[in-house]
């Protein structure tokens, strides 16, 4: 009889059979359909997928901000800039309202062609025309990734039919990005601080993205200086 010993061994040592989920790239075999769909996507012209994708969603955002009703605090936006006469006076009622300055002066100048407030709307499909234009024709994005973009909530829905500059501080947001990626740090300061004064929320996002442009210029100009 062969020793315990032995035995154990034998059997810490003897191979184990992957489960057949793993065996020869079977998990990734998993993500093959994806990536023979992002192949055929690929070899549409960038121009037809650009028209096709960014139009298909922009008539979707047509269709849903003629549907949406204004809510308060947007109707509260116009009529704030409807009231004003002038900058000036833009900048005082300004003071008592707790919204940055970028989207009163976007909404300002449709305000004295118009008493219309679903004027805004346009405002707020101009900047998602924006954000799919950037999604399907700048950013790095593999195709797939980019109708997953744009068909999410927010982009689609959340931030695209609020007209409070949400949409605006989006697109601003994927500004800022595409100048990181293209190693710009003065379109990263300049798209930085104009999302401080589009709304609260893109304020708090826009403090972290301009400490990290800040690292990155002292670090450039360290190597400069060395």
Do not use: C
Not at 155 to 164: E, K, N, P, V
Request: net charge positive.
């Amino acid at each position: 009889a062969e020793p315990l010993g032995g035995t154990v061994a034998s059997r810490e040592i003897s191979p184990v059979a992957a489960p057949p989920s793993t065996q020869e790239g079977g998990s990734i075999r998993l993500f093959r359909p994806l990536r023979d769909l992002e192949s055929d996507l690929q070899r549409i012209p960038a121009l037809w997928w650009v028209v096709g994708v960014a139009g298909s969603y922009l008539v979707f955002e047509a269709w849903i901000l003629v549907r949406h009703v204004l809510w308060r605090d947007d109707a509260q936006l116009w009529l704030v800039a409807r009231a004003s006469g002038s900058l000036g006076e833009l900048l005082s009622n300004m003071n008592y309202e707790n919204r940055p300055i970028l989207w009163f002066l976007l909404i300002w100048p449709v305000a004295r062609l118009t008493a219309n407030p679903d004027a805004v709307k346009l405002l707020s499909w101009l900047a998602s025309a924006g954000v799919a234009v950037l999604v399907t024709r700048f950013l790095p994005l593999a195709r797939i990734e980019q109708v997953v973009v744009l068909s999410g909530f927010l982009f689609l829905l959340g931030y695209s039919t609020m007209s409070t500059g949400y949409v605006v501080g989006t697109l601003l947001t994927l500004l800022w990005f595409l100048a990181f990626s293209r190693g710009s740090l003065a379109g990263q300061f300049v798209v930085a601080a104009l999302m401080a004064s589009v709304h609260g929320l893109f304020l708090l996002l826009a403090a972290p993205l301009w400490a990290l442009t800040t690292i990155a210029l002292l670090r450039q100009w360290r190597t400069i200086g060395a």
